[in-house]
């Protein structure tokens, strides 16, 4: 089995946003708004969904930059007020393990390598099975029904 990371989103470029009025993020492309239904609105930072009734601010962010024809953004969730990126270490959160996901097998260069669809349940599979390929670097979760970008998971070199 590879060792592997799965982390959150750091906070700190939407720090700014937490607790602006309507029309101020609106004039930066965001949109608060207040969870109905969970699980739904999965914090990119905190890798929980969040719970009915808090806010969560959508917002487009660049999940990929790199410098190759891959290079992307999407709308992304984050909890306002997420101050803390989550970190998992050989084990999958549940936001993820609940949802049918999209997996991208990226290398170093950030050119695309190989990518399946997959039950959430079969993420860790999934993990051990592309970083049994030397050539992937890191991997890309996107919920394949919205397209949005999930989690990064990065192999955890041998020291």
């Known amino acids: 089995m590879s060792d592997f990371v799965i982390a959150g989103i750091d906070p700190a470029p939407f720090r700014h946003l937490y607790g602006q009025s309507d029309a101020t993020l609106a004039a930066q492309g965001a949109i608060r708004m207040v969870v109905e239904a969970a699980p739904g609105s999965p914090c990119r930072v905190t890798l929980e969904d969040a719970a009915v009734g808090e806010t969560v601010l959508l917002l487009n962010y660049e999940h990929l930059p790199v410098a190759t024809p891959y290079r992307s ?60 390929d030397p050539r992937v670097t890191y991997l890309h979760v996107h919920n394949a029904k919205p397209g949005c970008f999930a989690a990064r998971v990065d192999r955890v070199s041998a020291a």
């Open 73 to 132: 953004c999407h709308a992304i969730f984050v909890r306002e007020g997420a101050e803390t990126a989550a970190v998992f270490v050989n084990s999958i959160p549940e936001q993820l393990a609940i949802r049918l996901l999209s997996v991208r097998a990226f290398d170093a260069a950030g050119m695309m390598l190989d990518a399946d669809v997959i039950d959430g349940s079969g993420l860790a599979a999934a993990i051990d099975r592309f970083f049994s």
